[in-house]
Nanobody, 130 residues
Framework: QVQLVESGGGSVQAGGSLRLSCAAF????????MAWFRQAPGKEREGVAL??????????RYADSVKDRFTISQDNAKNILYLQMNSLKPEDTAMYYC?????????????????????WGQGTQVTVSS
């Protein structure tokens, strides 16, 4: 059973940066799709970034709203997933979740909907003030 634990959230002013971490436990090496989602109050959970755990082709996928500002990466030796968030905006305020499941990430982040993922962290809050 895979367990995911996020950390690194907090409050920051617009234009600032945060790095989220997601530690995976009980992880057996298999080709996982690793993802970051976020959910703002009153809104649906949306995919933010994807990366394949084997990262065989180095492909990452991002939501248009975070492209060129956020970077997803992983340390496979430590089983940690990261989300570096730069140039943060108030509209980035949300609870951020990491998620994983055993499949190859889809080519489009729009099709990586939350019901596809069985394993979820508890979430970490990110608040960006103007």
């Amino acid at each position: 059973q895979v367990q995911l634990v996020e950390s690194g959230g907090g409050s920051v002013q617009a234009g600032g940066s945060l790095r989220l971490s997601c530690a995976a436990f009980g992880y057996t090496y298999m080709p996982y799709c690793m993802a970051w989602f976020r959910q703002a109050p009153g809104k649906e959970r949306e995919g933010v970034a994807l990366i394949d755990s084997d990262d065989s082709d180095g492909r990452t996928r991002y939501a248009d709203s975070v492209k060129d500002r956020f970077t997803i990466s992983q340390d496979n030796a430590k089983n940690i997933l990261y989300l570096q968030m730069n140039s943060l905006k108030p509209e980035d305020t949300a609870m951020y979740y990491c998620a994983a499941d055993v499949f190859t990430c889809p080519l489009s982040i729009a099709t990586a909907t939350s019901p596809l993922f069985r394993y979820w962290g508890q979430g970490t809050q990110v608040t960006v003030s103007s």
